[in-house]
């Protein structure tokens, strides 16, 4: 009964904060707290920082602009990429996706660039009006070299305006 109590609770909040997915509403989702965890055979391990921002054009439907960095291996990283996100249903389940230009800087001096194409699968849990906790699967795939490739879970919040 717990269960059931609690999976109606949170069906009822994803339904009443449809408004947030409207036409018009922008979006900021910054990925920071080092919870985004990936693997890729050319990095093994890290965690990351990304942010994400952007607007609503239709009901449900959002035009993305992101733009990352992590600093924590022997190699910097940054991201700049554009995509979009569809929420389905207004309940906050979504998937997105993306092209992404990545830049590796080496301690050496030397430097590579990637051509990635991202994807992403997620929920908006709704903690407050316009505030929500957004956990996701990703995979970003490399045009240059697979190695490049990775896949992981990130979690990160959302603020709706």
């Given at each position: 009964m717990k269960k059931f109590l609690l999976m109606f609770c949170l069906l009822t909040v994803?339904?009443?904060?449809?408004?947030?997915?409207?036409k018009g509403t922008w979006?900021?989702?910054?990925?920071?707290?080092g919870l985004g965890f990936s693997h890729?055979?050319?990095?093994?391990?890290?965690?990351g920082i990304n942010m994400d921002t952007g607007c609503f054009l239709g009901d449900g439907f959002a035009l993305m602009v992101r733009g990352g960095g992590d600093w924590s291996k022997a190699v910097d990283k940054?991201?700049?990429?554009?995509?979009?996100?569809?929420?389905?249903n207004?309940?906050?389940?979504?998937?997105?996706?993306g092209a992404d230009l990545t830049r590796y800087r080496y301690k050496g001096g030397t430097h590579d660039t990637a051509w990635k194409l991202s994807m992403d699968a997620g929920y908006a849990f709704f903690i407050a009006k316009n505030v929500t906790i957004?956990?996701?699967?990703?995979?970003?795939?490399c045009f240059n070299d697979n190695d490049f490739s990775e896949y992981g879970v990130k979690v990160g919040f959302a603020l709706y305006f």
């Open positions: 994803s339904v009443a904060a449809k408004a947030q997915f409207e979006i900021i989702n910054p990925s920071f707290t890729s055979d050319n990095e093994k391990v890290k965690i940054y991201t700049i990429g554009t995509g979009m996100r569809i929420y389905f207004k309940t906050g389940i979504y998937i997105g996706g957004q956990p996701a699967f990703y995979y970003n795939w």
